[in-house]
């Protein structure tokens, strides 16, 4: 933190106009500048990430890779490094864990897996470094680890030179003046093995202290769109299709499509739905750190994803007041509401009913199709992408959904447990 604090202080401290050590910026973009206020020159005082102090150069403030509050999971690692993982911190201890419990959640996201996603070909084997003792954590910080085993960092040599469309790499360049071209690096989806990681120790959480049940599952892929169903699908259900939707027949009319748009080079987008069981009325916070607003931003994190919506969401508009309010009535010995179209949160707070929202995501921005660009130095230019990549990342987003939704859920609980049932008054 020293070096974070040096750069505040400079910050504070510095006189306007004073000498600094800009960042290095990618060949062709201009730096940013503005005009300093009357009197001043034109000398404004750098902003924090634009520029550095020289004494401190290198020094760089900390960037944002951590979710939660209470519970909080660290992700680290590039798509074609060595390893990607994530350290987990406020785990409570004495929590029964194998590494099998973790695994069986990668295995669901790992690629390869089947015909309809990238070949690439990774065990994603989980390895516990820190945390965990004869069986049990201890409450010190969860370290976990997978390694990077078929990597191929020269599929994306033509990228290192060119854009390629709605990726992150023309922003990533634009931001820190830097980025790694491999498969992304850090936009890269591989970064989430670590939620899915995590979110497996905060699945058994939830599960042991109030039988919360999670389940994600794909509802519609480009057009095709299941109808919705009847009951709180199963994994068994959900597992049952490649494509994770637990409709035989739309799965399977699924299936082809994505096959089929494959083999043109193109990709797919679509919905993903989650629905949550058993969790308890007053998880969540009634301003900013509203419950809908955290799964919201837990949603909007993940690569590919374009929108959210929870209970009526958008249809919920349509609707007067009258037809949308969810009623209240006593049953089986607690409040209990008619209908749930606010998707079990009100008011920022869970109200105990079913929570439900659905997250779409985009077509894969890299297709397998010449594509028009430009170069780091702004030149036009045309990409014919290589790699191996999914045709559509529904499929194996369905865990990855599940799982940054227990970890919203589990550093609720702790907040709501350490604010509200620690001190008895």
């Given at each position: 933190m020293a070096g974070v604090d040096s750069v505040r202080r400079w910050l504070i401290d510095a006189p306007v106009g004073s000498k600094f050590q800009p960042l290095p910026r990618a060949a062709g973009f201009p730096r940013l500048t503005a005009a300093g206020p009357p009197g001043s020159g034109g000398r404004v005082r750098p902003r924090v990430g634009a520029c550095l102090p020289a004494a401190d150069k290198s020094r760089s403030p900390v960037v944002p890779n951590s979710f939660g509050k209470l519970f909080t999971v660290t992700t680290?690692?590039?798509?074609?490094?060595?390893a990607v993982g994530v350290v987990v911190d406020g785990c409570p201890p004495r929590l029964p864990l194998e590494a099998g419990e973790i695994q069986s959640e990668l295995?669901?996201?790992?690629?390869?897996?089947?015909?309809?996603?990238?070949?690439?070909q990774e065990e994603d084997r989980v390895e516990i470094l820190a945390g965990l003792f004869e069986g049990r954590t201890t409450g010190a910080p969860l370290s976990l680890l997978v390694r990077n085993t078929d990597a191929r960092p020269g599929a994306y040599d033509e990228v290192k030179e060119k854009f390629r469309p709605s990726h992150a790499d023309f922003t990533t360049q634009a931001k820190y003046g830097i980025r790694?071209?491999?498969?992304?690096?850090?936009?890269?989806?591989?970064?989430?093995i670590g939620?899915?990681?995590?979110?497996?120790?905060a699945r058994k959480i939830l599960r042991l202290a109030g039988g919360v049940e999670i389940r994600a599952f794909v509802t519609r892929i480009h057009d095709l769109e299941a109808p919705p169903p009847e009951h709180f699908p199963t994994l068994e259900e959900v597992e049952a299709f490649p494509v994770r939707c637990p409709d035989p027949a739309t799965a399977a009319r699924m299936v082809e499509r994505i096959k089929a748009v494959r083999a043109e080079g193109d990709s797919l987008g679509g919905l993903i739905e989650c629905r949550?069981?058993?969790?308890?009325?007053?998880?969540?916070e009634p301003v900013f750190d509203r419950l809908e607003a955290d799964l919201a931003k837990a949603m909007l994190s993940l690569p590919a994803t374009k929108g959210f919506e929870i209970g009526s969401g958008f249809a919920g508009t349509l609707l007067k007041g009258s037809a949308h309010n969810d009623v209240f009535e006593s049953r089986d010995g607690r409040v209990r509401t008619r209908t749930?179209?606010?998707?079990?949160?009100?008011?920022g707070i869970s109200n105990g009913e079913e929570i439900w929202f659905r997250?779409?995501?985009?077509?894969?921005?890299?297709?397998l199709q010449p594509q028009a660009t430009v170069d780091v130095q702004g030149r036009p230019a045309v990409l014919a992408a290589r790699g191996r990549h999914d045709p559509c990342v529904l499929p194996r987003a369905v865990p990855i959904v599940e799982a940054m939704t227990a970890l919203v859920l589990v550093d609720h609980w702790l907040r709501q447990s350490a604010q509200n049932q620690t001190f008895k008054f």
């Open positions: 680290w690692g590039e798509s074609h490094g060595g295995d669901r996201r790992r690629p390869g897996q089947s015909d309809i996603v990238t070949p690439r790694d071209h491999r498969g992304g690096g850090r936009s890269s989806a591989r970064e989430t939620r899915v990681a995590a979110g497996a120790v949550v069981r058993g969790v308890p009325a007053g998880l969540g749930n179209r606010s998707g079990g949160v009100q008011g997250v779409a995501f985009k077509p894969t921005a890299t297709i």
